[in-house]
């Protein structure tokens, strides 16, 4: 009795984990340039320790079912440091690029919606933004951005480098859709 529920439950796991990759391999893929980035500099601090990057989501992404979305960049933060939890929260103020503003230049929502722990010799980083991607589709959330801060460490220097000369990050975001109605 106990082999069948075991069989069971295995063929129904396999079964879940295929629909998923099926899912995934019928997923579009659309990916942007990050160019638009500034740094938040606290008063009572020398240095920067938030980075706040904009990026414009296309069209393409209306009615359609956002199936998961990443955020990649090149940390820099204390060499003193193995590690640095990053949080990311969206935006909620306009603000200017290229630009270092104040903490009072910008708010953003407190909730932290993802976060990661970078290693420090790491090359690049990746951090999951798909609950903001899919807020600011459904227009639940408007599209000012996110920042990116120290989980750990909010006193500690924090910045990106530029994942190559054209761009300061890359968002990947696969999706499916728009559903056709009939």
């Known amino acids: 009795m106990l082999k069948k529920q075991f069989f069971a439950s295995t063929l129904i796991a396999v079964l879940g984990i295929a629909i998923l990759l099926i899912g995934f391999a019928q997923a579009n893929e659309v990916t ?9 500099k606290p008063d009572n601090l020398s240095f920067p320790n938030k980075v706040l990057l904009k990026f414009d989501l296309p069209s393409v992404l209306e009615g ?16 003193t440091l193995k590690y640095m939890g990053i949080m990311v929260h969206p935006v909620t103020s306009d603000w200017t690029a290229n630009s270092i503003l104040s903490d009072q230049d910008v708010t953003y929502n407190r909730a932290k919606l993802s976060f990661m722990a970078v290693k420090q010799e790491a090359l690049e980083a990746e951090l999951d933004i798909t609950r903001m991607v899919k807020a ?5 959330l408007p599209n ?8 750990d ?21 696969f999706y499916t859709g728009p559903e056709v109605k009939k």
């Open 32 to 40: 942007i340039k990050v160019t638009n980035v500034a740094l938040v």
């Open 64 to 79: 359609s079912r956002i199936d998961y979305a990443k955020l990649r960049f090149k940390s820099e933060f204390d060499s």
């Open 136 to 140: 600011w589709v459904k227009g639940s």
């Open 144 to 151: 000012k951005g996110i920042i990116l801060s120290s989980m």
């Open 153 to 173: 460490k909010p006193d500690e220097a924090f910045n990106i480098t530029p994942l190559n000369p054209n761009m300061k990050a890359e968002v990947q975001i």
